[in-house]
C-alpha cells in the first residue's frame, strides 16, 4: 500500500521534541499500514491545525484536522452534559466506513487523532489501534508548560 505523509513542522515542534518527528510519523504509518481498510491518520491540534496526515487516496486532511478539533469538543460537551468524566473518543459508523477521532491522552492532550477505515476493518480494530497510536503520540509530545 502506498502511503503519502505531510508534516507541517511549523506546527509540529510546538507540540513535539524535533528528534520524535520519525519514530512518530513511523507509530502513524505502521498503524494504517498495518489495519484492513485504512486510508486515512490526521493528527490535529484542538484548535484544528494539522500536523501530520498519512493517508493513501486524495482526501482533503485540512479540512478534516477542522472538523476533528470541533467533533473533539462537542463530544467533550456531550461527555460532560451526561455527567460522564475524561471524554476519549468519537466513533462514526457509516455504510461505507468508520472513522475514530481520538483524543491524546496527556501530555499530548492537546492533540486529536482521526483514522478512518473502510468496512474491510471493525469498529473495535479501528478504536483499539487508533487509542494504541494516540498513547504513544501522547508520550512523545513535550509536557504542556503552565
Same mark, same amino acid.
Given at each position: 500500500?502506498?502511503?503519502?505523509?505531510?508534516?507541517?513542522?511549523?506546527?509540529?515542534?510546538?507540540?513535539?521534541?524535533?528528534?520524535?518527528?520519525?519514530?512518530?510519523?513511523?507509530?502513524?504509518?505502521?498503524?494504517?499500514?498495518?489495519?484492513?481498510?485504512?486510508?486515512?491518520? /490526521?493528527?490535529?491540534?484542538? $484548535?484544528? +491545525?494539522? &500536523?501530520?496526515?498519512?493517508? #493513501?487516496? *486524495?482526501? %482533503?486532511?485540512?479540512?478534516?484536522?477542522?472538523?476533528?478539533?470541533?467533533?473533539?469538543?462537542?463530544?467533550?460537551?456531550?461527555?460532560?452534559?451526561?455527567?460522564?468524566?475524561?471524554?476519549?473518543?468519537?466513533?462514526?459508523?457509516?455504510?461505507?466506513?468508520?472513522?475514530?477521532?481520538?483524543? /491524546?491522552?496527556?501530555?499530548? $492532550?492537546? +492533540?486529536? &487523532?482521526?483514522?478512518?477505515? #473502510?468496512? *474491510?476493518? %471493525?469498529?473495535?480494530?479501528?478504536?483499539?489501534?487508533?487509542?494504541?497510536?494516540?498513547?504513544?503520540?501522547?508520550?512523545?509530545?513535550?509536557?504542556?508548560?503552565?
Amino acid at each position: 500500500m502506498q502511503l503519502d505523509t505531510e508534516v507541517d513542522s511549523r506546527r509540529w515542534d510546538k507540540f513535539f521534541p524535533t528528534d520524535q518527528q520519525g519514530p512518530c510519523i513511523e507509530r502513524m504509518r505502521d498503524t494504517v499500514a498495518g489495519m484492513p481498510g485504512a486510508y486515512c491518520m /490526521v493528527l490535529s491540534s484542538l $484548535d484544528g +491545525m494539522q &500536523l501530520a496526515r498519512v493517508i #493513501n487516496r *486524495e482526501i %482533503n486532511t485540512s479540512r478534516l484536522a477542522a472538523i476533528t478539533g470541533s467533533l473533539c469538543g462537542l463530544g467533550e460537551t456531550l461527555a460532560k452534559e451526561l455527567g460522564q468524566a475524561e471524554f476519549r473518543d468519537v466513533m462514526i459508523s457509516t455504510n461505507t466506513g468508520i472513522a475514530v477521532v481520538q483524543r /491524546v491522552p496527556p501530555p499530548g $492532550d492537546r +492533540m486529536v &487523532l482521526l483514522i478512518a477505515a #473502510n468496512h *474491510e476493518s %471493525n469498529v473495535g480494530i479501528v478504536s483499539a489501534q487508533s487509542r494504541w497510536c494516540a498513547q504513544a503520540l501522547g508520550q512523545a509530545a513535550f509536557r504542556p508548560v503552565d
